[in-house]
Structures are given as structure tokens and as C-alpha cells.
């Protein structure tokens, strides 16, 4: 049986789910996404992926053509059209709508409302267990004046780029710092290193996404007394750390044992990395 696809309102089998060649999402990548994940048949941190895909898309000055509420409905509805799929993960996409062969929205209408769930795994259990091997892109992440890392729109040739370096060079992921040369995220997830027991991320200012795991993360680390600091970090500090790990909707809490041919720690995922996973993994298997 093939996918149903949520496309303005309306589900659809997938190959019959289409959207305009003139569509500025795909002549420019004008438009915004949300990456959710599924546990239990139920979408994980709904709300706020809602909210943020709004920020997003007020901040390229899109007008979703829905209200928050019935957006959360219609992902909901997606997932039970599809609850006998092998599903476990949740693409929201709006983009500008159909136009003409310019640049400018103002001739565009309609932006499209996309959910699609289906299947999703970034990385080998075997990663999560052992953890990545990561390195440095030379690619630096969008300078946050020109195009910035907070909105997450359907432009993602920034991350691509360092995807490309990454894969090529061998390795599942990349590090990409920001224009002043600090740590700014992963190509697709938010990072996040341990020293002495306490946390280190780079704060939002650094150029990044503002991850919905990041934040669970966050929490969960001081739940269980731990210091969380949001301070601009460099390669040095990743270097010399005891632990570092990735986090992301998609890609959960990953350890990284490797960051540029370094050993980071004793080069096995850390016991505060550990902690951490099985404190998510957990938070995400409650009612
Ligand atoms: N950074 C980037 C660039 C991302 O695309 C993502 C989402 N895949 C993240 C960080 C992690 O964000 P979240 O935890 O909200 O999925």
C-alpha cells in the first residue's frame, strides 16, 4: 500500500501527491520545513515543531495558509492515515506556492501545505552505540546576516555543501563552524560537548538552529543537576573534551567519539552521553 500524503487539506496516495513546477519551494527553495519524529504513534514535541515552523515562515514573510491548530490536526491525521506503515517520522513542508519564473512572492498564491510520514534512520545502531566519526567542513554555516541559521527553510544548500564534504571525505557527518571561525552545529543536528561532568553548546547567537532536542536535552541535563552553558566554543574546546554528541529529531542523541581524526575522550561514547540518551530514549516512550 502505497503512503498517504497530506497536500493542501486533502490526503492523497503518493503518486498522486504533486505540486507545481512554478512552485517557488522548488524554483528557490521558498519556503519552510519541520522534521518530526514518531514514538508510540504519537508525534513527539508537536507543539513546539508547530510554533517554530511559524517563526520560520514569519520570518521569510509567509503567510501559512492555516491556523496552528488545525496544522497540529492534519499532521495528527497524517499519522493514523498511514498507522499500518512502517512510519516514524513526520516532513511538514510549506512553501510559497505556484508563481511565475521571477523572484519575487508577490506574484505567487497559495502556498502548499506538505506532511508526509514515512520512514526514517540517519545512522547504523551500531553508531549509536560506538559512536560517529566526525570532521570539520570547510564550508562555514550561513552567516546569520545574510540568511539565518534560526529560520529552517527549504534552502538547505548551506548544509549540503558540508554534507557533500563530509561524505565524500568518508565520513556520516560534518562540523560546521560559524563566519567568526566558533562551533556553530552539525549539517543537521546541534552539538553538544561534555568537560568535568557539565554541558557545553553553542548559543543561538553562535548562527544555529534552535533544536527541539537541544532544548529537551538541555532540560534533561539540569533535571539531573547537571550545568548547562550556552557559550561560544571553538575547535580547541571540541578537541579537549571528555565527551561529545549530537542531538536532532531525526537523529536522536548520537555519540561522536572522533572529530577530526581526534580522539575525543577516551574515544567511547562518554557516561554523560550515555545518561543522556536513556534519559531521551525514555522521555520519549512516555504516555
Ligand atoms: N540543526 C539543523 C541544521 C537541523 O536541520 C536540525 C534538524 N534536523 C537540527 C539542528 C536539530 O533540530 P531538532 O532537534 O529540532 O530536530
Redesign the pocket.
Given at each position: 500500500m502505497s503512503l498517504q500524503i497530506h497536500i493542501n487539506g486533502k490526503l492523497l496516495p503518493q503518486e498522486e501527491a504533486k505540486i507545481s513546477v512554478y512552485d517557488h519551494g522548488l524554483l528557490y527553495g521558498d519556503g519552510v520545513f519541520?522534521?518530526?519524529r514518531i514514538y508510540a504513534g504519537k508525534v513527539f514535541?508537536l507543539e513546539?515543531?508547530i510554533e517554530?515552523l511559524w517563526e520560520s515562515a514569519e520570518a521569510i514573510c509567509l503567510d501559512i495558509p492555516t491556523t496552528p491548530e488545525n496544522m497540529a490536526a492534519a499532521v495528527n491525521e497524517t499519522v493514523a492515515a498511514n498507522k499500518d506503515q512502517d512510519i516514524n517520522y513526520v516532513r511538514l513542508v510549506v512553501t510559497r506556492g505556484a508563481g511565475y519564473l521571477g523572484l519575487s512572492p508577490d506574484k505567487t498564491s497559495h502556498p502548499q501545505v506538505i506532511i508526509i510520514a514515512d520512514h526514517i534512520e540517519l545512522y547504523s545502531q551500531e553508531k549509536y552505540k560506538k559512536g560517529l566519526e566526525i570532521i570539520t567542513a570547510s564550508t562555514i554555516r550561513n552567516h546569520p546576516a545574510a540568511l539565518s541559521?534560526r529560520i529552517?527553510s527549504l534552502n538547505?544548500l548551506n548544509?549540503i555543501l558540508a554534507k557533500i564534504e563530509c561524505v565524500r571525505a568518508g565520513y556520516p557527518e560534518a562540523l560546521m563552524l560559524n563566519h567568526k571561525g566558533e562551533v556553530a552545529?552539525?549539517?543537521?543536528?546541534?552539538v553538544f560537548l561534555v568537560k568535568q561532568g557539565e554541558l557545553y553548546t553553542p548559543p543561538l547567537d553562535a548562527g544555529?538552529?534552535?533544536?527541539?532536542?537541544?532544548?529537551?536535552i538541555i532540560d534533561l541535563a539540569r533535571q539531573a543537576g547537571r550545568q548547562v552553558h550556552e557559550v561560544p566554543l571553538t575547535r580547541h574546546d571540541v578537541y579537549v573534551a571528555d565527551e561529545c554528541f549530537l542531538?536532532?529529531?531525526?537523529?536522536e542523541v548520537v555519540p561522536v567519539v572522533k572529530v577530526d581524526y581526534r580522539t575525543i575522550g577516551d574515544g567511547k561514547p562518554g557516561n554523560v552521553t550515555v545518561a543522556l540518551q536513556k534519559a531521551y530514549h525514555d522521555l520519549t516512550m512516555k504516555p
Open positions: 519541520e522534521g518530526m514535541k513546539e515543531h517554530r541559521p529552517k538547505y548544509n552545529e552539525c549539517t543537521g543536528d546541534n544555529l538552529l534552535a533544536g527541539i532536542t537541544r532544548a529537551v542531538t536532532g529529531s531525526a537523529a
